[in-house]
């Protein structure tokens, strides 16, 4: 409507263009050159046998004039005009261009009949990982499947018809196999009769991978707040058992250094409260040790030499059992800041779960293996320690376990449940962390990351 009047407009502009430039060319055509031409022509052909042949030359020539010089005018401005409109429209085209190709989401345009791509935009392309001649043509849906999130098919069958808009979850298809989570919302585009679809396409990875970070650090918050309250809990209990528990030990103690005739049987029974009682005051000891925050020595203490130094009490049940062991701690690792003999504590109960673990498993091939590398964390030097075997294996359901105490799977042979517990305290303490990976029947894995010594700095006492 809009369109046909500004039509009508410009067809009545060059109709009084037109006139009003007849008017003007005829009244300069009569000033300046009738007169001199006419009397031009009336002196190259004169006499009355000429007559007839002077006014045709005249009157030709004249409409000639005029209509020519009426005609280059106004086509000169009709093209004039229409290339300003020209610019115009390709400036807008190409502002619009930019606006589609530098656009921070990726976007596509697909023909919501067969749902093949026309356009794509080059973050679009980046997104999926393919070249722009891989994307152009496609199938919007071998490009990327609907996940889980995504509405029911009917609802999906919609958007892509261009009969509704909205927004869903997609994994992108990237050239090489890649898979990336992207959201996509949904619009449409009727362009000469023909519907489309315009994709708009975000990646989630980051977003993703941020949820995913924030979940493991709230995970290992809640771990080690249930880990102290529990250590806390333990270490009351233990205080508690600990005055009795002597007293049975030292009156079983004073009824075995009696001067009295005991039967073979009575003395049996003094032994044995006194040998359980041992084994209770380990516990007890182990429990207080799990829940101290004592201040003790840092020292700029070698990875490499407290390892060797386990190794050496260990090495050779390791050997017995046909186990191989492998260290892999670089000579150039940074010293560790941290209490020499409390960190021999974490390396041996970890040589110990390793050895009962790989002792466990029926096979042939056994290994236990050490390795450190030097990292940074929050702007900090850090080791970070790998305790690997392929024992028995940790279950998916007991990796958030094992560093409880009193969980252990080997109450049978002998297992407290106190050995990581303690270790997790002791690395606490140092201001360190440790996580457990693993998988039944195949692997346990144990990762511990502890502050480094930084170069030149002052060695402190910690007081956790
Ligand atoms: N290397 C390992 N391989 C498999 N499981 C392990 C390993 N280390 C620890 N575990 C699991 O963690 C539990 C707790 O270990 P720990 O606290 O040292 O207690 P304990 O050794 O007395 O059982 C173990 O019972 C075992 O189930
Ligand atoms: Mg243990």
Redesign the pocket.
């Known amino acids: 409507m809009k369109r046909s009047a500004s039509n009508l407009t410009l067809v009545l502009f060059f109709v009084v263009l037109t006139f009003v430039m007849t008017a003007g060319v005829v009244l300069a055509w009569e000033t300046f050159a009738r007169d001199p031409f006419f009397s031009y022509v009336d002196r190259t052909y004169p006499g009355e046998e000429n007559r007839r042949r002077r006014r045709d030359i005249q009157q030709r020539v004249e409409h000639f004039v005029i209509s020519m010089l009426v005609d280059a005018v106004v086509v000169t401005l009709l093209l004039r005009l229409v290339d300003r409109k020209q610019r115009a429209v390709i400036e807008s085209e190409e502002r619009y261009r930019a606006l589609f190709e530098h656009a921070s989401d990726g976007i596509c345009v697909a023909s919501a009949t067969d749902h093949r791509v026309t356009e794509a935009n080059s973050k679009f392309c980046e997104i999926l990982g393919r070249s722009p001649s891989q994307v152009i043509g496609r199938d919007v849906r071998e490009l990327m499947r609907p996940t889980d999130d995504c509405p029911p098919a009917a609802a999906l069958a919609e958007m892509l018809e261009g009969r509704s808009s909205g927004e869903c979850e997609f994994v992108a298809n990237g050239a090489s196999g890649a898979e990336l989570p992207v959201a996509v919302s949904f619009n449409t585009l009727s362009a000469n009769e023909e519907r489309l679809i315009i994709l708009i396409v975000r990646d989630l990875s980051a977003s993703k991978r941020l949820e995913a970070d924030r979940e493991q650090i709230r995970q290992q918050l809640y771990e080690s707040g249930k880990l102290a309250s529990l250590g806390e809990l333990s270490a009351g209990v233990a205080h508690e058992i600990n005055n009795p528990l002597n007293g049975i030990i030292n009156f079983a103690q004073l009824l075995k250094d009696e001067q009295t005739e005991r039967t073979p049987f009575e003395r049996q029974l003094i032994d044995g409260i006194i040998e359980e009682g041992e084994r209770i005051a380990t516990i007890v000891r182990g429990l207080l040790a799990f829940a101290r925050h004592d201040t003790h020595q840092l020292d700029e203490v070698s990875l490499a030499e407290v390892v060797s130094s386990s190794l050496s009490l260990f090495g050779r049940q390791f050997h017995k059992d046909a186990i191989r062991v492998e260290t892999d701690i670089p000579a150039d690792l940074p010293p560790l800041r941290a209490d020499a003999s409390r960190l021999r504590q974490v390396v041996v ?2 040589l ?3 050895h ?3 002792k466990a498993k029926r096979s042939e091939d056994k290994l236990f293996r050490i390795s450190a590398r030097a990292v940074e964390r929050g702007g900090r030097p850090f080791v970070r320690v790998e ?1 690997y ?1 392929n ?4 279950r998916q359901e ?1 990796l958030g ?5 009193f ?5 049978d042979s ?10 997790f305290g002791i690395i606490r303490d140092h201001g360190g962390t440790i996580f ?1 990976e ?1 998988a039944a029947g195949e ?2 894995r ?1 990762v511990v990351e502890l502050p480094a010594a930084a170069p030149g700095e002052e060695v402190e006492s910690a007081h956790a």
Do not use: C, E, Q
């Open positions: 109960n970890m110990s779960n390793a009962h673990a790989l305790f075997d024992g028995v294996g940790i007991d376990k094992v560093l409880d105490p969980f252990t799977t080997r109450r002998g297992g407290t449940g106190l050995g990581l517990s303690i270790s457990a693993g692997y346990a144990f």
